[in-house]
Every structure is written in C-alpha cells, then in structure tokens.
C-alpha cells in the first residue's frame, strides 16, 4: 500500500486514469502521470460562505452536516463545473430556499493550510429577494434564519462566523466585484476593486 502514500490519496491520474508515480518537479517530489504529464501541485478545496443582511439582522444557519449544530453563514463548496458566483446562488439556495438577486463581491478570503488539504474559503456579499422567507432544507440546514446581529449569542455562531458578521459591519469593506475585461480568456473570472 506504499503507493498510496502520495498527495492524491490514490496511484491513478485524475485526468486519465494512469498510474501515477513520485517523480521531483519544481524541486519537490509530487505524484506525476507519465502518460500524460499531469502534475499534483496541491490537493485543495474551494468553500463559499454568503453574507446576507436584512435590515439589521444577518442570514444564518442550523448545519445540519458536521459540525452539526453549529450556526453558520451559508456556506458550501465549489464543484468542478462552478464559478464562485454560481456556487454561491446554489448553496444559498440549497440551505435557505433563498433566491440571490444581486452578487455585490468579494468580501474576506481565509486560506487554511493542513497537511491534507489546502482550503480557501471565499465570503461574498449578496442580496436575496425581499419577499422571500428562509426555509432549511432539512438535510444541510436544520434551521434558516434572519438573526439580529446584537443577538448572534442567542444561537450557537462559530467563532469564524461570528467574526466575519461583526468585523464586517465595523469595516464595512468595500466588496470586490466580479470585472469584465474584454477579449480576456471567457473561462476567467476576475475579481478586484477598480
Ligand atoms: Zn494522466
């Protein structure tokens, strides 16, 4: 089982099934595929959280995956197929039958470094339709709220939570939105504050 000591957690290629092998690029060993020269840099994840306000109250929810219970911005990860825009309007979906109306940006990005994984998780700023209610789906979000924000203690926030509800409100950052630059590669998309 040696071969599976690697960073893919796999022998195989995950662009054509080959077997990979341990082989130094860029002055490290890294799984690589001789059939098609696929290189493993980092095993890394991709998580969108969405910070909804209404009024002076902040969108929440009950997790209903682990940590189970633990009150939490909506959040979810990005699949292959996603922008961070689209996964964000799905997980809001998904965790309150909200539907986004407006993606104002890019707010807090954090950058979590494990020995297994190397995780970002991207917060952006939104708005959802007014006339709706949130609703859990009952699976990932066991309860789905507008919670005061002088009240965040009444439900058990996690401190990350917490943290980017209550510095946000005090900075009030100016979120960096989705660019379009003409002639630039369709499949990128740019964010920044310009
Ligand atoms: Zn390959």
């Known amino acids: 089982m040696a071969e599976l000591a690697n960073d893919l957690g796999s022998p195989f290629c995950p662009k054509c099934g080959g077997r990979t092998i341990r082989k130094v690029v860029g002055g490290r060993e890294r799984d690589t595929c001789p059939d098609c020269g696929y ?7 991709i998580g969108i959280g969405a910070l909804v306000f209404r009024g002076d109250s902040v969108l929440l929810v009950e997790r209903g995956i682990p940590p189970v219970g633990i009150w939490t911005v909506p959040s979810g990860f990005l699949e292959q197929d996603d922008d961070i825009t689209s996964a964000l309007v799905r997980e ?33 700023l939104c708005d959802v339709d007014e006339h709706q209610q949130p609703e859990p789906d009952g699976r990932e979000s066991t309860q789905a709220r507008f919670v005061p924000t002088s009240e965040l203690d009444t439900v058990g926030i996690s401190e990350f939570s917490r943290w980017i509800v209550t510095h946000y409100l005090h900075h009030k950052p100016t979120p960096m939105k989705m660019i379009t630059i003409p002639g630039y590669r369709a499949d990128a998309k740019v964010f920044g504050n310009f």
């Open 39 to 45: 290189t493993q840099y980092t095993v890394a994840t």
């Open 92 to 124: 809001v979906k998904e965790e309150t039958a909200l539907d986004v109306t407006n993606v104002q940006g890019i707010v807090i990005v954090r950058n979590t470094v494990r020995t297994d994984k190397n995780d970002l998780y991207v917060v952006m």
